[in-house]
T-cell receptor, first 115, second 112 residues
Framework: GAVVSQHPSWVICKSGTSVKIECRSL??????MFWYRQFPKQSLMLMAT?????????EQGVEKDKFLINHASLTLSTLTVTSAHPEDSSFYIC???????????FGQGTRLTVV | DAKTTQPPSMDCAEGRAANLPCNHS???????VYWYRQIHSQGPQYIIH???NNETNEMASLIITEDRKSSTLILPHATLRDTAVYYC?????????????FGQGTELSVKP
């Protein structure tokens, strides 16, 4: 099956700093990737749609200047949390579709802790 | 995409069948039923999907009622590793690449 990999799996950063999370499709190309955020005991919340070669589309209420998304190639999308604060601590998950498939493939997630 | 309703939690004995229900009474004709699961601290995993016929794969079976207003995911012989949150999502299956909106899902606990 298709593999989507995130890096890092977990990260701790200081308040006020920025942190970058990578999402790679390892064995297929993805023109579109999706970023989700999940707080403890809650469901996944879609943050944005990442489009290769163009600007990301953000869901209502998600600050595009705080969560910078870059989709520079067909196999890599990055999410940068800028000026992170403790309330940004969460589990961040990406997903992508493989051509010919209608089911989404998800990364293993990145646990961000801001101290 | 149509909304889905699932029980918040269920228990199942190891080795027995786990039957997870999902209500999607507002489903439209071109919408498919997808099931994903999320094991603790991992990304979601695709299980199965269907339109109107029952489907089976190596992981599970999907039973969709004739009126398509509800469905049941069946794990025939649940193991402890099947403990997870199971999400039922309805979306246009022909719309490849569309975003997924997750509800609260059903937290399945498989007990020894």
């Amino acid at each position: 099956g298709a593999v989507v990999s995130q890096h890092p799996s977990w990260v701790i950063c200081k308040s006020g700093t920025s942190v970058k999370i990578e999402c790679r499709s390892l064995d297929f190309q993805a023109t579109t990737m999706f970023w989700y955020r999940q707080f403890p005991k809650q469901s996944l919340m879609l943050m944005a749609t990442s489009n290769e070669g163009s600007k990301a589309t953000y869901e209502q209420g998600v600050e595009k200047d705080k969560f910078l998304i870059n989709h520079a190639s067909l196999t890599l999308s990055t999410l940068t949390v800028t000026s992170a604060h403790p309330e940004d601590s969460s589990f961040y998950i990406c997903s992508a579709y493989m051509t010919g498939k209608t089911e989404a493939f998800f990364g293993q997630g990145t646990r961000l802790t801001v101290v | 995409d149509a909304k889905t309703t699932q029980p918040p939690s269920m228990d199942c004995a190891e080795g027995r069948a786990a039957n997870l229900p999902c209500n999607h009474s507002t489903i439209s004709g071109n919408e498919y039923v997808y099931w994903y699961r999320q094991i603790h601290s991992q990304g979601p995993q695709y299980i199965i999907h269907g339109l109107k016929n029952n489907e089976t794969n190596e992981m599970a079976s999907l039973i969709i009622t004739e009126d398509r207003k509800s469905s049941t995911l069946i794990l025939p012989h649940a193991t402890l590793r099947d403990t997870a949150v199971y999400y039922c999502i309805v979306r246009n299956g022909r719309n490849q690449g569309g975003k997924l909106i997750f509800g609260q899902g059903t937290e399945l606990s498989v007990k020894p």
